[in-house]
């Protein structure tokens, strides 16, 4: 870091004073971190945006500097300058930078008191969340969350300089814009002079990236704010931050490559070292085998499938469910708690995900204990053993349901029995289906969004189609994901149809895009990362408002400032806007 500008305030940055500064005069500037007084001595720790130097007022050599020491308290700001000198033999503080030096004030001048803050802020100690998002500037002074933020700068600054080498130019898009369909509802703002009339804030740049591409830009990224009006879901945010990333006359391949050259550097900011190329999972298998599409591989239990071992079973359970073209799948549980009440507690889990039940064993000398165990017959259980690779004293957990419950169930089972292994596990999910049913609403949802490019007969069954997708998933969690788009007005006319957006209501909703697809559309594709959870990632911390300067509460409320608040009789008048609070109960 350059030094400051010399002014009136500082020449130098306290947390940057070193040994070779001894004898230097230097002036600088911040908050009283913490003061110590040793009788005669007073001692202040002074910290700025770098660091803290240690300040000392010797009553003998400069008294009115030492008066003025005497009054001041923890977070008052000031200016001071003097002589930079090594510390005395065994005062020397190898926990800090400066530690070596401290700096003997001749100078000193308050520029600003702070009343006694509600927490402190030269602790780590634990503070209710709700009272640092309140006082959040002075949370954010605190060691941790200043370390946060400038990790999220630096994650940020690796981001642009790959990009930027690359050729990709960062290119703004609009916040006021329509709706964009990634599936989540949207924030609106009515417009005042078109009254009844609302502009959606963006879920992601999707559709303007796409244009970028029609534009012929080529290569385009933007590290860029997202909404998405969810109801609260555990740490997700309604406003997040994505790197949004769009390339033209490009493949998979060409995507995917780029990605993991970019991963490596950013994780690299963060301190962790990431090996390319990254494996590649199909849907189907991280499905089958992991029980969903966002793998955490540092759990070794796997799902397997025990259609075949069980294909004769006279079992009903099991029968009935192959029968129906459901599935019969199961894991070993090594070492899992062996108790009754355990399997029970899993049972219940098991039922309250969906499935009719949950099949347990445990492998003893000859056969299993199990309450299923008398309708096994013992060549089925020695089968299923060796598949599973489970010996005496492992527990079995068996799903017998529609393959979607068993791998839901299943899936979840792994991560609530067994921790992950250290390490990192970054890896590729590829062929997704394009769409899935929606049972609800009786009709086919794209599982990306519908701007995916479909493969397959696009004629024949929508529940056929897979997509040119892919997702890229650290530790469990999908770090991104995108695709290869449609640049074809006719493919994209299909898929509106497939997924039940009438050829109006997608003229209506998307002729925009429709219309741009007409004027030479290059081939192109893209991807977007979650830059608040990969940097929480980095940084250890299981929340994201933990990396955001001012996040929202759990709530979405923002203790800081109030929002959302209500507004004035009179600017509602303006938006010709009325309010009617649902009745009690009926929201
Ligand atoms: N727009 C997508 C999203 O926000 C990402 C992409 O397809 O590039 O999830």
Known sequence: MKPPRANGYRDTWAGLVRAE????????????????????????????????????????????????????????????????????????????????????????????????????????????????????????????????????????????????????????TPFLTRSTPEGAR????????EQGSFYALPQSPQLFKQLLMVAGFERYYQI??????????????PEFTQLDIEMSFVEEEDVIELCEGLIQSFLAAGGVQARVPFDRVSYDEAMLRYGTDRPDRRIGMEIEDLGEAFAQSEFQVFRGALESGGVVRGLKAAGADLTRKRFDELTEQAKQLGAKGLVWAVVEGEGWRSPIAKFLKPEEMSAVAAQLDAHEG??????????DVAARVLGSLRLELAPPAEGHDLLWVVDFPMVEWNEDESRWDPVHHPFTAPTGDLDGDPGSWKSRAYDVVWNGWEMGGGSIRIHSPEVQRKVFDAIGISEVDAQERFGFLLDALKYGAPPHGGIAFGIDRIVAMLN??????????????????????????????????ELALKVEKPKPGKR
């Open 186 to 193: 949207d924030f609106l703002v009515p417009s005042r002079v």
């Open 394 to 403: 492992d527990a079995i957990l068996i799903v017998a349901d529609t393959s």
């Open 21 to 172: 500064n001894v004898d230097d005069d230097v002036r600088v500037a911040g908050w009283v971190h913490r003061r110590r007084d040793h009788g005669g001595l007073i001692f202040i720790d002074l910290r700025d945006r770098t660091g803290l130097i240690q300040l000392v007022f010797r009553p003998e050599e400069q008294a009115a500097a030492h008066a003025a020491a005497h009054s001041l308290r923890s977070e008052d700001v000031l200016t001071a300058r003097g002589r930079v000198v090594r510390r005395e033999e065994g005062t020397v503080n190898p926990q800090l930078p400066t530690g070596e030096v401290e700096l003997v004030v001749e100078e000193i001048e308050q520029l600003a008191d702070a009343e006694t803050p509600p927490f402190e802020v030269d602790s780590d100690k634990q503070v209710d969340e709700l009272l640092r998002l309140r006082y959040r500037y002075l949370d954010l002074r605190r060691d941790a969350m200043r370390e946060a933020i400038e990790l999220r700068h630096n994650v940020v600054l690796a981001i642009r300089d790959y990009l930027d080498e690359r050729g990709f130019l960062d290119i703004e």
């Open 540 to 573: 250890n911390s299981d929340s994201i408002r933990e990396v955001i300067a001012f996040p929202k509460a759990a709530s979405q409320a923002d203790p800081l400032t109030g929002a959302p608040a209500p507004v004035d009789e009179a600017q509602l008048m």
């Open 224 to 237: 860029v704010r997202c909404f998405r009006d969810e109801s609260s879901r555990a740490d997700r945010l």
